[in-house]
């Protein structure tokens, strides 16, 4: 995905009070980690059914899932969110190697719920963050108990968890960047560069709002929602938090993850909002124990929500990102999902914030464990080959980054942020068999089940 998700809420007015006001560019560091947003406790519904709609997973369940009635209070009131990678929100067509395949199969809803409240004042949880949020606190603190507080808070707090662990272990700090957006709103870009341990490392945070381009309306269509705008607008919001990390020992791999939320308000005033996300590795050298530990904490993550998700969403991963001209995936895959409407918006939002919270544990172990080992001049030279055909997804078919590009108002450099400092192309590259590099390309080319 995208490098930076953007975030926005559906209309200006219920966005912000105020659109991201300039305050100061760092926060007063703190100890402790705060605690992302709680939820109710679930009963069990009925099953839904599953399909693929074109790219991906969607999900059909009872009543208006996904939908926000003029007038409604309540969970269906809240302001909903839906983000995009690279400082624009992802609304392209999902990728084209994906077949037009029903997927009859109908799970049991077992659903655990974790039984946590929102903790602390929000001044207060500020404090830990790596600069004070996009939106003004004070309307954070006024608006504590909606949809849109909590995921901006749930996001801030991610990169501000993420950025601490990577630079305790890099000893590094990161350069902190605040932009604005003049359509509406802005993000904290948070780089590190030529570190001990991390050539480059990304974490990026977007809240954005305004109104659909033309453009953005049809790529919208095109992943089956129909809207109806008035006079031609479609007021839109989206939020959300992205990150790409680059080592510079080759047997450490580039991690990537992405969490966002989207609304938008049609002409009768109802809104459509949906959440959208994963995590994935890209290891220069597989590692089948890295392999295991990255793909079950994810899988632990998800079966907290529901038996399925881990395995349609681990399948959508591996078909989203895949160098369709390489014939070849560009790593070991993760979770990916998007348009993740249903069952409710608070259902989906705790599911979104388990799988934000495995980052730093999927991830950093894995740093650790290899943290000391020994590389030589050709085990560097095949990171830099595998980077180049990083680059070539990101540029050709990433949609946060191709939508990002094109999109007025974007931040160019948010968005390729996601590229690594260094890379290679070479002629009729390909490795020896019987080689280690051979072995990482045949699992590349024939993905494997890793729980």
Known sequence: MASIVITARMTTTRCF???????????E????????????????LPAPR????GAGVRFVSQGGAGRTSPGRTGRG????????????????????????AEMATTVPRVVQREEEEEEGDIVERCKALMSPPVTDVRVLQRRKGEMS?????LIMETQAEFCRALEKVDGGTFNVDRW?????GGGISCVLQDGKVFEKAGVNVSVVFGNLTEEAAKQMTSRGKVLKGKDGKLPFC????????????????????????FEIEEEDGSKQWWFGGGTDLTPVYVNEADAFHFHNTLKEACDKHHPQYYTDFKKWCDRYFYIRHRAETRGIGGIFFDDLDSPTQEEAFSFVRSCARTVVP???PIVHKHLTDSFTAEQKHWQQVRRGRYVEFNLVYDRGVKFGLATPGSRIESILMSLPLTARWEYMHEPAKGTLEAGTLEVLRNPKEWV
Request: charged share 15%; net charge positive; proline share 5%.
């Open 29 to 44: 560091p703190h100890s402790t980690t705060c605690r992302s947003p709680g939820v109710r406790r679930l009963t069990s």
């Open 149 to 153: 507080t909590r995921m901006e808070m």
């Open 238 to 261: 989206a939020m959300g938090v992205s990150s790409v990390i680059h080592p510079k020992n080759p047997h450490i791999p580039t991690v990537h993850f992405n969490y966002r939320f």
């Open 50 to 53: 599953w399909f693929f709609r």
């Open 17 to 27: 009070t105020s659109a991201a006001k300039s305050v100061a560019r760092t926060a």
């Open 180 to 184: 604005e957006r003049k359509e509406g």
């Open 77 to 100: 009131a809240l302001v909903a969110l839906a983000g995009a990678a690279a400082a624009a929100a992802v609304f392209v067509a999902n990728a084209s190697h994906f077949q037009r």
């Open 362 to 364: 999927c991830y950093l």
